[in-house]
């Protein structure tokens, strides 16, 4: 019976479903997260009699034909790379993009990633990091006598020394953008790895067309609606159980004719 295969295959689809959903409400909070959403397609079809083939020796032809599906598969898990909300921090260190692009970072492989979450902070050479230590890319330092820094929309770091009252220019930001954004790979810790699907990183200062602008003392949030996620997990529980409900309306047949005499 092809409706115990059939319905299986949705209630995998659906448990992936719940897992992508589970996912963007754990990530509420997370700096700069973008929500990802799972894609399905349907699977195969058997032909027991294809449309458009001759049906007698007159030449007739099936107008419709007869088709069986074979269940659903997942397509793929997109990320949906639509701005979040900002929130001022008051904290200098801490920078947000407003429009497209990304931070880039150095990986302690000397691999570049990419990253929205800009909580940056100083280590102890003065050089600008992520919160796991990983350097701004170009590299900035600020030096010690530093008493101020301020970070331009265009990504001029510009920083007041002890004893001075004009600032002195120490470095430019860079950011990076993707003509398929979605087609990064994600490996944690907010990073992302350039891929063959989201093509070459292209880099430039911020405020560049097509690229946004630095905004000092905010962070980006997370993109993730929280009324749209319980949503999305109410109907996809609820498809959980029809597909269920189609295995036991199933078995129930396959029993009936089990018990015939």
Same mark, same amino acid.
């Given at each position: 019976?092809?409706? #115990?295969?059939?319905?299986?295959?949705?209630?995998?689809?659906?448990?992936?479903?719940?897992?992508?959903?589970?996912?963007? =409400?754990? *990530?509420?909070?997370? &700096?700069?997260?973008?929500?990802?959403?799972?894609?399905? +397609?349907?699977?195969?079809?058997?032909? %027991?009699? /294809?449309?458009?083939?001759?049906?007698?020796?007159?030449?007739?032809?099936?107008?419709?034909?007869?088709?069986?599906?074979?269940?659903? /598969? $997942?397509? $793929?898990?997109?990320?949906?790379?639509? +701005?979040?909300?900002?929130?001022? @921090?008051?904290?200098?260190?801490?920078?947000?993009?407003?429009?497209?692009?990304?931070?880039? =970072? &150095?990986?302690?492989?000397?691999? @570049?990633?990419?990253?929205?979450?800009? *909580? #940056?902070?100083?280590?102890?050479?003065? !050089?600008?990091?992520?919160?796991?230590?990983?350097?701004?890319?170009?590299?900035?330092?600020?030096?010690?006598?530093?008493?101020? =820094?301020?970070?331009? /929309?265009?990504?001029?770091?510009?920083?007041?020394?002890?004893?001075? &009252?004009?600032?002195?220019?120490?470095?430019?930001?860079?950011?990076?953008?993707?003509?398929?954004? !979605?087609?990064?790979?994600?490996?944690?810790?907010?990073?992302?790895?350039?891929?063959?699907?989201?093509?070459?990183?292209?880099?430039?200062?911020?405020?560049?067309?097509?690229?946004?602008?630095?905004?000092?003392?905010?962070?980006? #949030?997370?993109?993730?609606?929280?009324?749209?996620? =319980?949503? !999305?997990?109410?109907?996809? +529980?609820?498809?959980?159980? %029809?597909?269920? /409900?189609?295995? @036991?309306?199933?078995?129930?047949?396959? +029993?009936?004719? &089990?018990?015939?005499?």
């Amino acid at each position: 019976m092809r409706a #115990l295969n059939i319905a299986a295959s949705g209630m995998q689809a659906q448990q992936l479903n719940v897992d992508v959903i589970s996912h963007n =409400i754990a *990530n509420m909070n997370t &700096t700069g997260y973008k929500r990802q959403r799972a894609e399905f +397609q349907d699977m195969l079809y058997q032909n %027991m009699e /294809r449309p458009g083939s001759t049906s007698s020796a007159s030449g007739s032809v099936l107008p419709l034909g007869i088709q069986i599906g074979i269940g659903v /598969r $997942a397509d $793929a898990v997109g990320r949906v790379t639509e +701005q979040g909300g900002m929130a001022a @921090t008051a904290n200098p260190y801490d920078l947000a993009i407003n429009g497209r692009g990304y931070f880039q =970072i &150095t990986l302690p492989s000397g691999q @570049t990633a990419y990253t929205r979450a800009g *909580n #940056l902070a100083v280590n102890a050479d003065g !050089a600008m990091v992520t919160a796991d230590g990983y350097a701004l890319e170009p590299s900035i330092t600020v030096p010690q006598e530093a008493t101020a =820094i301020q970070i331009t /929309r265009d990504g001029i770091v510009e920083v007041t020394m002890a004893g001075q &009252t004009d600032p002195q220019q120490v470095g430019q930001i860079e950011i990076a953008s993707f003509i398929n954004a !979605a087609g990064l790979e994600a490996i944690g810790d907010n990073l992302f790895l350039e891929t063959p699907a989201s093509g070459t990183a292209n880099t430039a200062t911020p405020g560049s067309p097509g690229l946004g602008t630095i905004m000092q003392g905010y962070l980006e #949030l997370s993109n993730v609606n929280a009324v749209e996620e =319980i949503s !999305a997990l109410i109907v996809a +529980q609820r498809a959980y159980e %029809m597909n269920a /409900r189609v295995i @036991t309306a199933a078995d129930e047949m396959l +029993q009936s004719t &089990t018990q015939l005499r």
